[in-house]
């Protein structure tokens, strides 16, 4: 059941999106749980890292961590689907943080076996909540304009970037001032809080998922996913394979330049560049349907790496880098769109972890990719195929969007006249 939005204007703003019923407590509850999402990856790694004194077993405890959470993210959201938040988010949020707590007490003691770590990390990624993909179902039924809508992913998508700034400069603290294991006890207290937190609001009751016994209508009217979802999928698999593949460019294309201090500004110029662009993305009252957003979006990023494979200097590739995060989040927040406008209401929170997954998996296998094609590979010639693959979906995905004769647009998808 959709609740009512503010007023219409010619250009809602961010205020209008916080301003409606139920808008503020939700999103600050559910960004509370999701800093874990931003403490807990680092803490694991230096947690184990320092109980068993091995990278190859901190590795390995993230990898199926990682592993575990990025497969399983699509039966977890389908899940609140069929259920609802309130029902489903709490039998993953508690025994998530009980295993999060038993890792900090695990590696707290030196004598834990390597493979109980890894066992306990594969369980605790299993059961991580989804707490994005639930917000971004709650925006949707939250508000019944699209303006408004769209303001509000992009707010989410920019929050969302600061929390993964945040959270490993939290966890820099408690090490400092505590332990690493104490970072992964913060974070099962930060996700269970915020989840408990986000199911107590109101547009938890019917937001998502109560009415998903009744007959599903995606875009095409007959109940089956059309190209939209497996568009936004695919751009967001492409997203993710360039972020990651460019993260670890950036180190060695520091390294080779003896400037091994100019990765943190190039990572910072990315996400300060990505939170510039989604903002002014969401400010926009734009009439170019979701899809041409995307495709434009994920073209722009693609472009910048080849560039700035080229740079001559390490400083000079901050600035590629602030200038390409400002095709990220409107990227990632199109895809989430795009994702929602192409599914049924019963199925919002599965499009969403859909998008999600595509880009974590993207993210994860072009990191590997990327390190075993620097040293083999010119460095100029690994960036620009860093940026091959978001080219390439974009004009794949552009195609069936875009305007052709005897056929109108409505709502951004095309009908038949």
Known sequence: MSVTSPAHSPAPTYAAVLRAPHARRTFGAALLGRLSYGTAPLSLILSVKASTGSYAVAGTAMAAFGLTGVLLSPARAALVDRFGPRRALVPLAVPYALLLTALAVATARPATPAFALVVLASCAGALTPPLGPVTRALWSAMLSDRELLRRAYSLDTVAEELLFVTGPLLVGLLVRYASAPAGLAVSAGLVLTGTLALVASPAARGGTGERASAPERTADGRGVPGPGLLGAVGVAAA??????????????????????????????????????????????????????RLSASALGLGAVPAAAGLSPHPYALVGWMALGGLFVAPAITS???????????????????????????????????????????????????????????????LVPVLPRPGRRSVGGAEQVQ
Do not use: K, Q
């Not at 560049?273 to 349907?289: H, M, Q």
């Not at 599965?350 to 390190?371: E, L, P, S």
């Open 239 to 292: 997203v993710g394979v360039c972020l990651g593949a460019v993260e670890l460019l950036v180190i060695a294309f520091a390294d080779a330049h003896h400037r091994p201090g100019s990765v943190p500004w190039a990572m910072a110029a990315l996400s300060a560049g990505s939170a510039v662009g989604g903002l002014v993305y969401g400010a926009v009252s734009w009439r170019i349907p979701t899809g041409v």
């Open 335 to 397: 895809a989430y769109l795009l994702a929602d406008e192409s599914v049924g209401e019963g199925r919002r929170t599965r499009a969403g972890a859909w998008v999600n997954t595509a880009f974590n998996a993207g993210t994860t296998a072009a990191t590997a990719a990327a390190g075993l094609a620097v040293g083999r590979l010119p460095l100029p010639l690994c960036f620009a195929l860093a940026g091959l693959a978001p080219v390439l979906t974009a004009v794949v995905t």
